[in-house]
């Protein structure tokens, strides 16, 4: 009885050299996934894309770590004033922290055509309500 104790506080102290080379292991550090800086990138339409007015217009792009995932996408003519708006989210496999993915939103403008503008997609923070991620196309 005495060597058998003796032989398993043996293994005990010595346990990480028991099936192993001897070489020290080091464990894998667990941390919560970080997020990511809050962005938002219209991917279409293109910079100086001639659209057509009688049709609706789908904005599209990328975004991540806004709260939420919400997007707020809006039309202007060049005397600022608003021709559309509409608010969507994008589709983040890990949305609930922060991930990346894709958003798209379909406005109808009502313009006459040859009316130049500008789209912009922004997510504002909920804390106090300012611009944490903006783009913008003309």
């Known amino acids: ?9 043996y293994f005990a102290l010595n346990a990480t050299g ?3 080379s001897g070489a020290s292991v080091t464990p894998i550090p667990t941390s919560e996934p970080t997020q990511v800086p809050a962005f938002i990138e219209i991917t279409s339409p293109l910079a100086g894309a001639v659209l057509e007015a009688s ?7 990328l975004g991540g770590g806004l709260f939420e995932d919400n997007v707020v996408v809006q039309a202007f003519d060049q005397d600022g004033n608003v021709l559309a708006e509409g ?13 990346i993915g894709t958003w798209s939103l379909e406005l109808i403008i009502e313009t006459a055509p040859g009316t130049a503008g500008v789209i912009i997609a922004f997510s504002t923070s909920p804390e106090d309500g300012s611009l944490i991620a903006y783009d913008q196309v003309e």
């Open 18 to 20: 028991v099936f192993s």
């Open 1 to 9: 009885v005495v060597v058998l104790l003796s032989i398993i506080a």
């Open 87 to 99: 608010m969507t989210t994008i589709n983040a496999a890990d949305a609930d922290l922060g991930g």
């Open 55 to 61: 049709q609706p217009i789908t904005a599209r792009g």
